[in-house]
Structure formats: structure tokens, C-alpha cells
């Protein structure tokens, strides 16, 4: 059996993994397509959706090919339906399951007891194995690259991923300040999005402002991605994963990104200083489409947060975000 690595990014959302990945992927020994999940919900009208070539995704060279390839591997694919999401199970039995990790082992033993209780997961979950393999691998063919990287992010996803005998998975647990990911949680078009205000929402444009949360559900939310991440990786052998800092890889990128080779087993210093430069086809935030490869620390939370902001996120999270070294 022919096995596939890959490098899974995780953490929270909008704490630096497009930006990482796009980094990462501009080594000659690496490829990525971004957050290999493919939701469809994430990525909505997929003929207004814009790859990071600037292309709309349907009309994107590299994203026809894809298809292809996959077929002559025996796996029929389009982006409407990829069915690399573990979450897209159709059972309504499953899908009352397959929701965020517990922190608990023994709640997360229980799931797995409930999930191979359903004919519809069981049947699912090999194939869904298959089509996040195939796909990996396809994109490291079509790239001539020896890794892949996924900045889907997501702890349950990467449970699963670490279970799948066709990919050899290494992980870069991500972490960024939880007050600055408050703020995108609050505002994701205005603090995590492209630049371009029309090219926000996936390349169509709009606010999201049905995604917005207050400052108490984004500090939840922000503590929930921590706890499960740190959850997926306990027992996890310490050579298979390694922590990178969201401002250390802005304030440093050649240092950090020289550390994270050597962790994945490339040759270090390999990327462009421009790379933006490197030819890339990813989905996912849509700094994406920005245009310039000039790394910023995005610290403007320090001037936006109020008073009131910073109580409430301290009341829901900040114990733990001191923890990481954020005082």
C-alpha cells in the first residue's frame, strides 16, 4: 500500500493557517490545496468561488486536472461533493455525533462505540479514508511535491486523518493569541478576509455578518478549538508534532520556517522570499487572494478591543490563553 504524508495544521480558525500553508507550500518538496476538508458549506457558490490563482475555481486549470486524476485512480470526484469531510455523512443517527471532540477520552471512547453502531458510518468511513488519500496524493503528483499540507484546521478531522493507514500524518500545532482570534470571530470579514472587500466571502464579496459572535461566544469559541486540539493530540508520539506561534512565524518567518522543514523532513531554506511568486491553487481564507508577500503581525486587536472586549474574553478564556504565554 502506497502511503501519502502529510502535514496537518492545527488550530483555531483565522489564527495564521492560510498563511502558514501558502508558506509551506512554496517549497519545491511540498504542495497544498489548503483545507483539504472541501466543505461545501465553507465554500458556497462554487462557480462565483475563487481559487488563490484568481481564477474562479470551476475554470481553474490545476482544479480540471484534479478530477482526472482522481479518475484514473479509480475515485470519481467533484468539488460539489468531494467527500473528504468527515462530517458529511448522511445519517442522521452519525450526524448527531460527529460534532465537536469532548475533552474527555472517555466521551470520545462512547462516540466511537456510538459511531460503529451505524451501518451508514461504518460504510461511510473506509471510503472517506480513500478519497482524503487519493486526493493527497494526486495533489502530490500534480505538483511534483513529497508532502502535502491540510489547513483544515479541525481536531475531529485530524482524529480521523491519524487513523487513515494511507497517510503518514505530522502535525503543526498552530496557536496565536486567543484576543486576536476574538476579534476575527467578531468581524471575519473585516479581520480575516481578503484585503479586497470584493474579493471577501470566497471571492463574491459581503460582510458575513450572519457569521459574527459576541465577545463571550467568540472567547468560548476560541477556548473550545484550543482544548479539543490539545485533546487529539494527547498520546500522540512527540515526534509526529510540533507547536508554532502565530506571531513568531510573522516576527521570523525564515527561522520558523527552517524549523518546521527539518520537523517535516525537507530541505530547509528551499521557499522564495516572494511567495506569492510560487504558483498555488488554495482554498480556504481569503487572504488567499490578497497580492502582496509582505508578512505583517496583525496585532490591531491591542487598539480595538474595549474594556468591556477584554473583560469578557478574560472572564471566558483568558486562564487559559495566559497559559500559552499571552499575558
Known amino acids: 500500500m502506497a502511503v501519502t504524508r502529510l502535514a496537518y495544521i492545527l488550530a483555531a480558525s483565522h ?33 462565483r468561488y475563487r481559487c488563490s490563482c484568481g481564477q474562479f475555481i470551476r475554470r481553474c486549470a490545476f482544479w480540471q486536472k ?27 443517527y452519525a450526524q448527531r455525533l460527529i460534532k465537536p471532540m469532548h475533552r474527555s477520552t472517555a466521551l470520545e471512547r462512547i462516540r466511537d462505540v456510538g459511531l460503529s453502531l451505524s451501518p451508514a458510518w461504518r460504510a461511510a468511513l473506509p471510503e472517506v479514508h480513500r478519497r482524503n488519500a487519493t486526493l493527497a496524493s494526486t495533489v502530490a503528483e500534480l505538483a511534483g511535491a513529497q508532502l502535502v499540507v491540510d489547513s483544515s484546521k479541525v481536531g475531529l478531522r485530524l ?16 496557536v ?34 450572519d457569521e459574527r459572535l459576541s465577545m463571550r461566544q467568540a472567547a468560548y469559541e476560541w477556548r473550545r478549538c484550543m482544548e479539543e486540539a490539545e485533546h487529539v493530540l494527547q498520546g500522540l508520539d512527540r515526534s509526529r508534532w ?18 518546521l522543514h527539518r520537523f517535516l523532513d525537507v530541505e530547509p531554506g528551499g521557499q522564495p522570499r516572494e511567495f506569492r511568486s510560487v504558483e498555488q491553487h488554495i482554498v480556504g481564507n481569503g487572504m488567499r487572494l490578497d497580492t502582496t508577500s ?24 483568558g486562564r487559559l490563553n495566559r497559559r500559552y504565554g499571552y499575558e
Not at 178 to 186: D, E, F, K, Q, S
Not at 306 to 313: I, M, R, S, V, Y
Open 176 to 209: 496565536r493569541d486567543g484576543r486576536a482570534v476574538a476579534l476575527t470571530y467578531m468581524d471575519p470579514a473585516g479581520f480575516a478576509d481578503a484585503s479586497d472587500p470584493s474579493k471577501r466571502a470566497g471571492g463574491t464579496g459581503g460582510d458575513r455578518g
Open 294 to 317: 509582505e508578512i505583517r503581525l496583525d496585532e490591531r486587536w491591542r487598539e480595538i478591543l474595549t474594556e468591556p472586549d477584554l473583560q469578557a474574553f478574560d472572564a471566558g478564556a
Open 15 to 47: 489564527s495564521g493557517s492560510t498563511l502558514l500553508s501558502m508558506l509551506l507550500g512554496s517549497h519545491p518538496q511540498i504542495a497544498t490545496i489548503g483545507e483539504m476538508n472541501l466543505s461545501p458549506q465553507a465554500m458556497g457558490d462554487l462557480d
Open 66 to 92: 484534479v478530477p482526472e486524476a482522481m479518475h484514473r485512480r479509480g475515485v470519481a470526484f467533484d468539488l460539489a461533493c468531494a467527500g473528504t469531510d468527515y462530517r458529511s455523512v448522511r445519517s442522521r
Open 242 to 259: 510540533i507547536e508554532v506561534r502565530y506571531e513568531d512565524y510573522c516576527s521570523d518567518p525564515d527561522a520558523t520556517l527552517d524549523r
Open 159 to 174: 482524529k480521523y486523518l491519524l487513523r487513515n493507514p494511507e497517510l503518514d500524518v505530522k502535525v503543526i500545532r498552530l
